[in-house]
RNA sequence: GCCGCUUUAGUUAAGUGGUAGAACAACGCUUUCGUAAAGCGUAGACACAAGUUCGAUUCUUGUAAGCGGCUCCA
């Protein structure tokens, strides 16, 4: 039995159930989707607490046994069967074909090209549940009216379905918002405003380790860090292309003293183009590789931010490289080779995704076909010259160019773009960049952007949730507790032994509060810091540390000096 | 931005048309402790604004923020 007939089958029931309560609800479309399937209608005073009683009415209905059975119709009969609801109608009136295809299970009808089961008795009533009610845009299109959307989750078995909400429980538990607050990472203040997060000590302490860690492997490619502004001439984006797109999602800045407007930047390649045509290049020069933590704005609609993973103020591990085209591919290698590198540091799932624009649509992108075609083709065989795996994304490019992107999957099965690598052509043209060739003649060159695992910010949001808060010890953001037994008696040792990690550089905090033990071990471990150590007469005696690690206990005691040497060797080898 | 839901102390969270009961955290006192919560006590909250009402934390409306979706994501 395919699961998406039982999915979609249940689709129909949903609107069968709805039909009978609400007898004035005009139908939309009720897909198999992953996980399960919804229904879309416009319809009135559905309550959420209405969920379980449709649900039930469903459980019936199955048990009822019904056959589907399909029949083709013509358009003008089928016109009169869905008479009520003007989204049938619709979709009557899309179909190519003379014919439409109607399925009836019960006394419920439904336009539909069919893959159902034979008989509602496949279906394990207790295989499925509806879980929550929520706005769908007619057609998928914002100029369309709003329909409500039901959403269900169904499975083969009750097992599975049981299973399924066990992973959900699982993944909230992991949820960076709430783990951001346990382990008080960042937090969020009306005052200042949605989007932007305050990084503690703690949050900033991860960051820098993230944005020094990018810059690392970027360095070993080529790439010197500059410094740019957060905001600029709109002039500048105008040159760029930029203006004209996305004016709307660009936060405004006016002076008091100049009427010209001002923008915050949401990336920093137009001001990198100026960094590069400051002064005259030689092919000898390329290629010029430039990177940016420089903060960036984006006035994102309110609907969309979500904790770190959508945010108005963020960075990225920004990097441009200005090159010929025959340095292309090569560019492109190494910086796939830096993102790879990163991936399996941080031990995360990952596919590549060659983003190719929509030809269907070209007043989306900037430039012509040609040029498309062109870099599209030379991504392209980047990927199968290097026999690298990867997906094809049709409409994904940038405004400017084709692109590389790394698609990660997170703990709740959402896919994150973290790195990406883009070919542009448009923004050196439109800026006039140029070189002078071997022989004396001034050249375009290719600009490329790209970042390692994108946004610090988000991908810290995702690593939370990687990690499940348990950062590995180079990340940590506390990486070691020292306890003393007894406040009074064991501070001073405690001080020492800290002491000796600030020279060496580490992260730590001294828990001196007049606690007991066991209480400062359960405090510590909540915070999920890699490092315990206990100090207490013994280790005063002995110059040393009593040692637990996360997650395997107590290790014995340690000189400090061997205690320093092992976890710096851990630091350096990132484990 | 749109559809729906939510908002009670720092956090979690109970409850009511007559202004709130608790746990953890905080603070104070006692305790000075050997690997995941010592004991006692103190203080602290109904998001904001308007309306209905003798009286609103509770009902209505608006605003803000958050959550689940949709749309968007250079």
Same mark, same amino acid.
């Given at each position: 039995m395919e699961i998406e007939k039982i999915r979609h089958s249940l689709a129909h029931l949903l609107a069968s159930a709805i039909m009978e309560s609400f007898p004035k609800t005009k139908l939309g479309i009720g897909p198999a989707i992953e996980n399960g399937f919804y229904y879309d209608m416009e319809i009135n005073g559905l309550k959420p607490e209405d969920l379980p009683k449709i649900e039930n009415r469903m459980r019936e209905? *199955?048990?009822?046994?019904?056959?589907?059975?399909?029949?083709?119709?013509?358009?003008?009969?089928?016109?009169?069967?869905?008479?009520?609801?003007?989204?049938?109608?619709?979709?009557?009136?899309?179909?190519e074909g003379k014919l439409v295809g109607t399925y009836q299970n019960g006394k419920f009808l439904d336009l539909c090209k069919g893959g159902h089961v034979d008989n509602t008795k496949e279906i394990d009533p207790h295989s499925f549940k509806l879980t929550k009610i929520a706005g769908a845009y007619w057609k998928g299109s914002e100029k369309n009216k709003m329909l409500t959307r039901i959403y269900g989750v169904a499975f083969a078995t009750a097992k599975e379905l049981d299973e399924y909400v066990a992973m959900q429980a699982e993944a909230e538990k992991r949820d960076h918002r709430i783990l951001g607050q346990k382990l008080d990472l960042f937090v969020f203040s009306d005052l200042v405003g949605p989007g932007l997060p305050l990084y503690t000590f703690r949050g900033t302490a991860v960051l820098k380790e993230i944005k020094n860690y990018s810059n690392q492997l970027q360095k070993e490619i080529g790439y010197q860090e500059v410094q740019t502004p957060n905001m600029n001439r709109a002039e500048l984006f105008k040159v760029s292309g930029h203006y004209d797109k996305y004016q709307d999602s660009m936060f405004k800045v006016s002076s008091h003293y100049t009427k010209e407007d001002y923008y915050l930047k949401p990336m920093n390649c137009p001001q990198h183009t100026q960094i590069y045509a400051s002064k005259p290049r030689s092919y000898k020069d390329l290629p010029v590789?430039?990177?940016?933590?420089?903060?960036?704005y984006r006035d994102e609609k309110t609907g969309e931010?979500?904790?770190?993973?959508?945010?108005?103020?963020?960075?990225?591990?920004?990097?441009?490289?200005?090159?010929?085209?025959?340095?292309i591919k090569e560019e492109f290698k190494s910086v796939l080779l830096a993102i790879q590198k990163a991936m399996k540091t941080y031990d995360m799932n990952y596919k590549i995704r060659l983003s190719l624009w929509d030809p269907k649509t070209p007043e989306k992108y900037l430039g012509d076909a040609k040029t498309w075609k062109k870099s599209q083709q030379a991504l392209e065989e980047?990927?199968?010259?290097?026999?690298?795996?990867?997906?094809?994304?049709?409409?994904?490019?940038?405004?400017?160019?084709?692109?590389m992107d790394l698609i990660c999957k997170d703990s709740i099965g959402r896919e994150w773009q973290l790195g990406t690598i883009q070919l542009d052509f448009i923004q050196p043209q439109r800026f006039g960049l140029t070189y002078n060739d071997s022989d004396g003649t001034p050249k375009t060159p290719v600009m490329i952007h790209r970042a390692l695992v994108g946004s610090p910010e988000r991908f810290f949001g995702i690593l939370i949730e990687h990690y499940t808060g348990a950062f590995p010890l180079w990340l940590a953001p506390v990486?070691?507790? *020292?306890?003393?037994?007894?406040?009074?008696?064991?501070?001073?040792?405690?001080?020492?032994?800290?002491?000796?990690?600030?020279?060496?550089?580490?992260?730590?905090?001294?828990?001196?509060?007049?606690?007991s033990l066991g209480k400062k071990i359960r405090e510590a471990e909540m915070q999920k810091i890699p490092y315990l150590l206990i100090v207490g007469d013994k280790e005063i005696a002995a110059n040393a540390v009593g040692v637990r690690q996360r997650g395997k206990g107590d290790l014995g005691q340690l000189a400090v000096e061997e205690f320093i040497k092992k976890i710096n060797g851990e630091i350096i080898n990132k484990i």
């Amino acid at each position: 039995m395919e699961i998406e007939k039982i999915r979609h089958s249940l689709a129909h029931l949903l609107a069968s159930a709805i039909m009978e309560s609400f007898p004035k609800t005009k139908l939309g479309i009720g897909p198999a989707i992953e996980n399960g399937f919804y229904y879309d209608m416009e319809i009135n005073g559905l309550k959420p607490e209405d969920l379980p009683k449709i649900e039930n009415r469903m459980r019936e209905l *199955i048990k009822e046994n019904q056959e589907f059975t399909g029949k083709k119709v013509s358009k003008l009969i089928a016109k009169k069967l869905f008479k009520q609801s003007p989204y049938k109608l619709e979709l009557i009136k899309d179909i190519e074909g003379k014919l439409v295809g109607t399925y009836q299970n019960g006394k419920f009808l439904d336009l539909c090209k069919g893959g159902h089961v034979d008989n509602t008795k496949e279906i394990d009533p207790h295989s499925f549940k509806l879980t929550k009610i929520a706005g769908a845009y007619w057609k998928g299109s914002e100029k369309n009216k709003m329909l409500t959307r039901i959403y269900g989750v169904a499975f083969a078995t009750a097992k599975e379905l049981d299973e399924y909400v066990a992973m959900q429980a699982e993944a909230e538990k992991r949820d960076h918002r709430i783990l951001g607050q346990k382990l008080d990472l960042f937090v969020f203040s009306d005052l200042v405003g949605p989007g932007l997060p305050l990084y503690t000590f703690r949050g900033t302490a991860v960051l820098k380790e993230i944005k020094n860690y990018s810059n690392q492997l970027q360095k070993e490619i080529g790439y010197q860090e500059v410094q740019t502004p957060n905001m600029n001439r709109a002039e500048l984006f105008k040159v760029s292309g930029h203006y004209d797109k996305y004016q709307d999602s660009m936060f405004k800045v006016s002076s008091h003293y100049t009427k010209e407007d001002y923008y915050l930047k949401p990336m920093n390649c137009p001001q990198h183009t100026q960094i590069y045509a400051s002064k005259p290049r030689s092919y000898k020069d390329l290629p010029v590789r430039i990177a940016d933590f420089a903060q960036l704005y984006r006035d994102e609609k309110t609907g969309e931010l979500a904790g770190l993973t959508r945010l108005r103020a963020f960075s990225q591990d920004d990097g441009h490289c200005f090159c010929t085209e025959d340095q292309i591919k090569e560019e492109f290698k190494s910086v796939l080779l830096a993102i790879q590198k990163a991936m399996k540091t941080y031990d995360m799932n990952y596919k590549i995704r060659l983003s190719l624009w929509d030809p269907k649509t070209p007043e989306k992108y900037l430039g012509d076909a040609k040029t498309w075609k062109k870099s599209q083709q030379a991504l392209e065989e980047i990927l199968t010259e290097n026999n690298i795996e990867h997906i094809k994304g049709i409409g994904e490019a940038a405004i400017y160019g084709p692109k590389m992107d790394l698609i990660c999957k997170d703990s709740i099965g959402r896919e994150w773009q973290l790195g990406t690598i883009q070919l542009d052509f448009i923004q050196p043209q439109r800026f006039g960049l140029t070189y002078n060739d071997s022989d004396g003649t001034p050249k375009t060159p290719v600009m490329i952007h790209r970042a390692l695992v994108g946004s610090p910010e988000r991908f810290f949001g995702i690593l939370i949730e990687h990690y499940t808060g348990a950062f590995p010890l180079w990340l940590a953001p506390v990486q070691i507790a *020292i306890i003393p037994i007894s406040a009074e008696k064991h501070s001073e040792y405690a001080n020492n032994v800290a002491k000796q990690f600030s020279q060496a550089g580490f992260r730590f905090e001294v828990m001196s509060e007049n606690e007991s033990l066991g209480k400062k071990i359960r405090e510590a471990e909540m915070q999920k810091i890699p490092y315990l150590l206990i100090v207490g007469d013994k280790e005063i005696a002995a110059n040393a540390v009593g040692v637990r690690q996360r997650g395997k206990g107590d290790l014995g005691q340690l000189a400090v000096e061997e205690f320093i040497k092992k976890i710096n060797g851990e630091i350096i080898n990132k484990i």
